[in-house]
């Protein structure tokens, strides 16, 4: 059975479009019995999607796509610890949502930096409850295979999964038809077979239908100061990141 585990609603701010009510309608209307609401290092939204999923009979999956330092949550230095890594958490019991806000927490008070951050340590230390799985192209593991670092790649599975224990970590396949993709989800099955970290498929849902691609883009124009005219701009390389039918 499919159901959605990688979606922004509106509370990504700037980048995800879903309104909440109007997620879990669809979410009806394709007949999934359960969704997950994983906004960008934020849990805004969570109250709001659990109260109308569980009015609508969809069962909640509490989670957030958080941002990873690549170094210590501490760490501040310009050109290398702007970057981070995403990755995927959410909560299989009350335990872990416990956890889970606590990550977000401190992830804004202590270790912001550009974003929300925390570092590895402090995931192994708040780790129980917690599914993970590997996110997209910026996680940490499709990182280091897109820079031809398929050891690095594997130390750093083997590493979550060390954390979240054996079933708890996921290697994240996506296809958006994007070309990256499909030598980042060759490596991580392969990495699956050599490891036996399992893999999950997933969809990166930023908006609801397809047809609302465009208005997406105009969103992220809103975030970044720019035209939708400019060809320089940030923006999304196809319409696939919608809330698909099985």
Do not use: W
């Amino acid at each position: 059975m499919f159901v959605h585990l990688h979606v922004h609603s509106e509370y990504s701010l700037l980048d995800g479009s879903c309104r909440i009510k109007d997620l879990i309608a669809k979410t009806k209307e394709l007949n999934m019995k359960a969704i997950a609401i994983t906004d960008h290092g934020v849990m805004y939204g969570v109250i709001d999607f659990y109260k109308e999923a569980v009015a609508q009979g969809i069962k909640p999956i509490i989670g957030c796509e958080i941002y990873v330092a690549p170094r210590s949550m501490q760490d501040r230095e310009y050109g290398i610890d702007n970057e981070n890594y995403h990755l995927v958490l959410l909560a299989k019991d009350m335990t872990g949502y416990k956890n889970l806000m606590k990550i977000v927490t401190v992830a804004s008070i202590e270790g912001f930096y550009y974003k929300p951050r925390v570092d590895r340590e402090f995931l192994k230390e708040h780790s129980e409850g917690l599914i993970a799985l590997s996110a997209c192209l910026a996680g940490e593991v499709p990182s280091y295979i897109l820079r031809g670092e398929y050891e690095k790649a594997k130390e750093a599975a083997l590493f979550y999964d060390s954390i979240f224990g054996r079933g708890n970590f996921y290697l994240e396949l996506q296809d958006h038809g994007i070309l990256e993709q499909q030598k980042v989800n060759k490596e991580l099955i392969r990495l699956s077979k050599e490891t036996g970290i399992p893999l999950v498929a997933t969809n990166d849902v930023h908006y609801l239908e397809k047809k609302d691609a465009k208005a997406h883009e105009v969103l992220l124009c809103i975030q970044t100061g720019k035209t939708i005219d400019d060809e320089d701009r940030m923006s999304f390389p196809t319409d696939e990141f919608y809330l698909k039918s099985p």
